[in-house]
């Protein structure tokens, strides 16, 4: 009999765990504020959150071949669209949490006086970017590359590219290790290692577009009430001040007001990656 009791305690205990938890797969492009966030949701709801942080791409994946997940959480809106188009997130259940516009991000100081795009060409520059197949803020640095820079200097570029990374975090990383001299990344990246980062922006009609962090609650939970009270969470104004705090602007005219002129938020950049990571 006290077997069975201890038995019966085990499993209500497990159970409990199983209903006051949640398991989010997002893009790393948001980690440092949404690990916070998380917390403190915990606080208030009594609500373990576990966060999978990878490429955009990459959580998407591991979200639909196990077929597990509350919420997808990805760093731009290209992959949200992806995740609606194949039918894995509930499309009324997005909701558009804070922004994202893409930079020239450095060492600190700038010690190789890096001044435009253009610059990144020369030799004495070791570039980045982050996988374009798997991770947002790759895709945007593609898209930019291909709308700014003339067929042979894309070729120059792609040529001298030492590496991509795997994810938003890893793009920072390489910056903040100097493991390069340059990457076309998030300007939020500077907030998140100061004293080593430095973002400087691009000119107003290079940048193509805002992106945005958005948020959904995936097809397969089974916790779907407890996933809605987390998205709308991500999207209460006591979140965007955390974000805030960690440099991500919460508003599109924020975003606006430091690329310099109004662009469109969002959307897909459609392009077949040839020559990008296919080609190395």
Request: glycine share 8%; hydrophobic share 40%.
């Amino acid at each position: 009999m006290r077997f069975c009791s201890l038995l019966l305690v085990m499993v209500l205990s497990v159970y409990a765990l199983a209903v006051d938890s949640l398991l989010v797969y997002a893009g790393s492009a948001s980690q440092p504020a949404a690990e916070e966030v998380a917390k403190l949701f915990g606080e208030e709801y009594g609500v373990h959150v576990d966060l999978i942080f990878g490429g955009s791409g990459y959580v998407l994946s591991q979200m639909m071949i196990s077929k597990q997940g509350d919420v997808y959480f990805p760093g731009s809106s290209d992959y949200m669209e992806l995740a609606k188009n194949r039918g894995v997130v509930f499309p009324e259940t997005e909701r558009h949490i804070v922004y994202l516009v893409p930079a020239i991000v450095v060492q600190r100081g700038n010690p190789k006086q890096i001044g435009n795009l253009t610059d990144l060409l020369r030799p004495d520059v070791r570039v980045a970017i982050a996988d374009p197949e798997s991770v947002c803020v790759g895709l945007y640095a593609v898209e930019i590359l291909e709308k700014n820079l003339k067929p042979n200097e894309l070729e120059r570029f792609r040529n001298k590219l030492l590496n991509y990374t795997g994810s938003c975090a890893k793009t920072a990383a390489a910056i903040s290790l100097k493991q390069v001299d340059a990457v076309i990344g998030w300007r939020v990246f500077e907030n998140w290692d100061p004293e080593r980062v430095e973002a400087l922006p691009f000119s107003s009609d290079q940048v193509q577009r805002v992106g945005y962090i958005p948020a959904a609650v995936s097809i397969f939970t089974k916790k779907r009430e407890l996933a809605e009270l987390f998205v709308e969470f991500l999207a209460s104004d006591k979140s965007k001040e955390i974000f805030r705090k960690y440099g991500y602007f919460t508003t599109p005219e924020e975003a606006f007001a430091y690329v310099g002129s109004t662009k469109p938020v969002g959307g897909i950049y459609e392009t077949d990656l040839k020559g990008w990571v296919s080609g190395k």
